[in-house]
Every structure is written in C-alpha cells, then in structure tokens.
Nanobody, 125 residues
Framework: QVQLVESGGGLVQAGDSLRLSCAAS????????MGWFRQCPGKEREFVAA????????SYSNSVKGRFTVSRDNAKNTVYLQMNSLNPEDTAVYYC??????????????????RGQGTQVTVSS
C-alpha cells in the first residue's frame, strides 16, 4: 500500500502562483511514476502532469504546458506541482497519484493505482 498526502491548495487570484506537494509513504518502491490529476465539479477527472522517478521525464496536458512544472524529490518521496499564471479554469480538486507506468503512458490514468484525498485549488477572476 502507498499513502499519499497532498498539501498547498488554496484560494488565489488569476495570475497568481501556487505550489502543491504530495508526500508518499508506505511501499514507496512499488511505483515508477508520480502524477497530478484534477477534477472540476460535474466534469471527468483529467490528467495534469506527471514525472518518472528514475529519469525525471515529464508529461503535461496541453492546458497547463508552459505554466505548470512537475518535479520530484526521490529522497523525500515527494512530487511537486508548481502552478504559475493561474486562471479560473484551473479551479479544481487536484489529486496526486502514483503507479507503475509503461513507456509513453504517463498521461494514462489507468496506470495510477494509488491516489491521494485531493486538495482544492480555487482561482478567482
């Protein structure tokens, strides 16, 4: 089992920045990728960004590319999401997830088998 705890969400204004963190515990040797997903009320959960633990390869959704940066600290079993130039469309619950992901599939939610409780990000206009 892997436990994930997110932090760093909050209420900000459009154009502001936030940094989310997600700390993993438990069987931290059981996954090779860490990612972020988000869900708005009434919408499907969508992929945001992910990073491979070994080589740091990253993947981003088109909606956040250039504004968000995902990174990891393997020594701390922690993944981060730096979010810049936030806009109201980024308002959502952000979830951290980990899994064993095959090559080229960082954005596929089916490979992520552990997920945190989520942290709310609200961006006002």
């Amino acid at each position: 089992q892997v436990q994930l705890v997110e932090s760093g969400g909050g209420l900000v204004q459009a154009g502001d920045s936030l940094r989310l963190s997600c700390a993993a515990s438990g069987r931290t040797d059981s996954y090779n990728a860490m990612g972020w997903f988000r869900q708005c009320p009434g919408k499907e959960r969508e992929f945001v960004a992910a990073v491979r633990r070994t080589n740091g390869i990253t993947s981003y959704s088109n909606s956040v590319k250039g504004r968000f940066t995902v990174s990891r600290d393997n020594a701390k079993n922690t993944v981060y999401l730096q979010m810049n130039s936030l806009n109201p469309e980024d308002t959502a619950v952000y979830y951290c997830a980990v899994g064993t992901v095959v090559l080229g599939a960082l954005s596929n939610p089916e490979y992520y088998n552990y997920r945190g409780q989520g942290t709310q990000v609200t961006v006002s206009s």
